[in-house]
């Protein structure tokens, strides 16, 4: 038998969160993602490393969010995180596209994922 969960001294049941509580945590992940922004124009693999700590963690105190928490002031920050995040994994994929560009330049060498791009137009051509 399900046992039902008791309010606390604000009405809510425990793990539920309350808006204020959600922009918090939003405002407190545009700064991570912020940071990681820079990190990555610096190329500094320590604060990017920590940036991604931080944002592990913020998104665990999200996990149990329902959509009961989000009000209009949530929306805007969830939309500002996102456009910041999808930036973010932009500029990390541009930076190992160069990185992969560069390593086969040093080495003569296509990258591995293209060796059966060859073979498939062979196919196609056919």
Do not use: W
């Not at 610096?42 to 959509?67: F, M, Y």
């Not at 994922?113 to 196919?123: P, Q």
Request: one cysteine or more; hydrophobic letters at 45%.
């Amino acid at each position: 038998m399900a046992t039902a969960t008791m309010p606390d001294a604000t009405g809510a049941a425990p793990g539920v969160m309350h808006p204020f509580e959600l922009r918090e945590i939003l405002r407190q992940m545009l700064t991570v993602l912020e940071s990681e922004r820079h990190a990555l124009a610096a190329l500094d693999v320590d604060s990017i490393v920590g940036c991604t700590v931080r944002k592990n963690v913020l998104c665990g105190r999200l996990e149990d969010t329902g959509a009961h928490a989000v009000d209009e002031e949530c929306r805007g920050l969830l939309d500002a995180a996102r456009r910041l995040n999808e930036t973010n994994r932009k500029v990390r994929n541009l930076i190992a596209a160069n990185v992969s560009a560069r390593l086969d330049a040093l080495t003569g060498q296509p990258a591995l994922y293209r060796a059966n791009v060859d073979a498939a137009r062979v196919r196609r051509l056919r």
